[in-house]
């Protein structure tokens, strides 16, 4: 290894990495896990460490040695490994991508230069890829990420030792076709698996069965989530139909696959990734991502050579990703995200592998942050306000809107009428009964929201229209704490206050927020029911945060506006 190849980029990783591996090799040693995905990637993060170190971490081989240990006795006789979701070829192919990993990892060394123990942890990891080999020539999957995973543990399997029934088994799985949608988001939409499984095992296939087309479907993902990256180091999650909908998603997994592509000279966005992956670094890495990265760079050297120039950014940017329905745009220190694109209207559920987060609007100026809006209207408890959709009605300009409905049903016709009063069982569309639902006469009630919202030169306005027979409503503002939040009146505790008057002010530091609004003054506690699907379980779906309410009544328009100053 030349160490002189991109100093500042194998600093950024050494670091993190020496951290990470000094508590587990620690004389007190870290906490005993039974997860087989730790184990895996505790040995790598080790061996990964002794290789670049030595002799500084002459201890870690041992610490490997016996975590392959523990990980061949986790293995069950069908050569997969448990967990959350069983025997599961998938989350078994995680750790085998690891094994395979570290193996190539360990084969980097001389023969001469490796201790007895090094090579018997090589002798361990060979058992256990061959013990796991026949049941993921077999296994099945359960979500979308799952198959490219397993592909790529396969690919690993079959560089190490070459079996035909393994590229025919990858063909089937490529086949499907590469889940990509038109906006360069995957079907899941999700940063977190795009990062840790998709653009990764994509690649790896790519690499190992020298697959060139599989390079395509990561080069678009990039370069969208290029336009999702914030300065904070955050990349927008709300889209997701994962568990990262939910969640700040910090983008250092991205690291290593926009420098693979930035570094391959036929790559037309390369100046791009190139910038991508210097701001990624300069935000930094976690111990993990430090050790996988490191891995890389040791089997294969050219991943750790310079970059070449990077792009520069632009000041403004508006970016549209229409089939996520998801809108950002980019304006120095501040950041706007619209989104309508949930899955309620065409699956009126809340579940997993749904985009379901009623956050419809963000902003950032600076390090005060508007971190969700939601609306919340009292009617049928259908739950708050989510959009159907994202129309872009200019630059800047956007379209959010929806209409639910809710009935009162009558008596059934004489036709569908039944002595024993046995009905089947239907959904209604709140709540499940044995009364025949389709069949009867309704009375129907509807709820139409429209959120116009616009992008100003200083924040954002929203133009909100809701119409419905007259009901209550809560618009709720919450902030990322951390800040102070002025012009409003306490109601249930000092992050959950009301907006009595017509302005309202959030500040971090010099970052200040403006709140305005043209709605009627209303002291009204904020009703924020999240719907039957989480009531009768006894949950909730709150933001976190400082919050905010604007209350009123139905039918109602009126104005917000959220400005932002330095």
Avoid at 215 to 232: I, K, T
Avoid at 267 to 279: G, H, N
Avoid at 399 to 420: E, I
Wanted: with cysteine; net charge negative; glycine share 8%.
């Amino acid at each position: 290894m030349d160490r002189g190849m991109d100093h500042d980029f194998l600093a950024a990783l050494t670091g993190p990495l020496a951290d990470r591996t000094a508590r587990l090799a620690s004389p007190e040693g870290p906490p005993h896990t039974t997860r087989h995905r730790a184990l895996a990637s505790d040995a790598k993060a080790l061996v990964a460490a002794w290789v670049w170190e030595r002799p500084e971490a002459s201890g870690h081989v041992t610490v490997a040695l016996q975590r392959a240990l523990n990980l061949r006795e986790l293995q069950g006789k069908d050569g997969l490994f448990g967990g959350d979701n069983l025997a599961s070829p998938p989350d078994s192919s995680f750790t085998m991508n690891d094994v395979c990993l570290l193996t190539e990892l360990i084969d980097t060394v001389a023969p001469e230069r490796q201790p007895a123990e090094l090579a018997d942890l090589r002798a361990v990891l060979t058992d256990i890829r061959e013990a796991a080999t026949p049941a993921l020539l077999v296994g099945g999957v359960h979500t979308p990420n799952h198959r490219w995973e397993l592909c790529a543990a396969l690919a690993r399997l079959h560089r190490l030792a070459p079996d035909p029934r393994i590229p025919e088994r990858i063909d089937a799985w490529l086949a499907e076709g590469i889940d990509l949608q038109p906006d360069g988001m995957y079907s899941e939409r999700s940063p977190l698996y795009a990062a840790h499984v998709t653009n990764p095992s994509l690649l790896a296939i790519a690499d190992v069965l020298d697959r060139d087309e599989l390079r395509e479907p990561v080069r678009r993902n990039l370069s969208a989530f290029a336009a999702l990256y914030d300065a904070d180091g955050c990349l927008e999650s709300v889209h997701s139909r994962r568990q990262d909908q939910r969640a700040r998603f910090f983008g250092d997994r991205f690291l290593m696959p926009y420098r693979a592509l930035a570094l391959r000279a036929d790559e037309p966005e390369r100046a791009l990734f190139a910038r991508m992956a210097r701001t990624v670094q300069e935000h930094g890495v976690d111990g993990e991502t430090a050790a996988d990265a490191l891995t890389a760079v040791l089997i294969d050297p050219a991943l750790a050579e310079p970059l070449p120039s990077p792009s520069r950014p632009a000041e403004c940017t508006e970016s549209v990703f229409a089939t996520s329905g998801l809108a950002q745009l980019h304006d120095g220190a501040r950041t706007l995200t619209v989104y309508g694109g949930g899955d309620i209207a065409t699956t009126p559920r809340i579940g997993s592998g749904l985009a379901t987060n009623p956050t419809f609007l963000r902003l950032r100026q600076g390090a005060a942050v508007l971190e969700s809006v939601r609306l919340y209207v009292d009617f049928f408890s259908l739950g708050p306000f989510r959009a159907e959709g994202l129309e872009r009605l200019g630059p800047g300009k956007y379209r959010l809107a929806s209409d639910r409905s809710a009935s009162f049903y009558q008596p059934l016709p004489p036709s569908a009428r039944r002595a024993d009063g046995a009905y089947p069982l239907g959904d209604e569309g709140r709540f499940h009964a044995a009364m025949d639902f389709a069949a009867r006469p309704a009375d129907t009630h509807h709820l139409t929201v429209t959120a116009e919202v616009t992008a100003t030169a200083t924040g954002v306005r929203v133009d909100f229209d809701l119409d419905s027979t007259p009901t209550t409503y809560a618009l709720e503002l919450a902030f990322r704490p951390g800040g102070t939040l002025t012009g409003t009146t306490v109601t249930a505790g000092p992050d959950r206050c009301v907006i009595g008057g017509p302005e309202a002010t959030y500040t971090v530091g010099s970052d200040v927020l403006r709140v305005a609004h043209t709605a009627p003054a209303c002291d009204r506690e904020p009703s924020t029911d999240p719907g039957e699907q989480f009531g009768y379980l006894g949950a909730s779906d709150t933001a976190p945060g400082v919050k905010a309410y604007i209350t009123g009544t139905t039918p109602a328009r009126f104005t917000l506006t959220v400005d932002g100053t330095v």
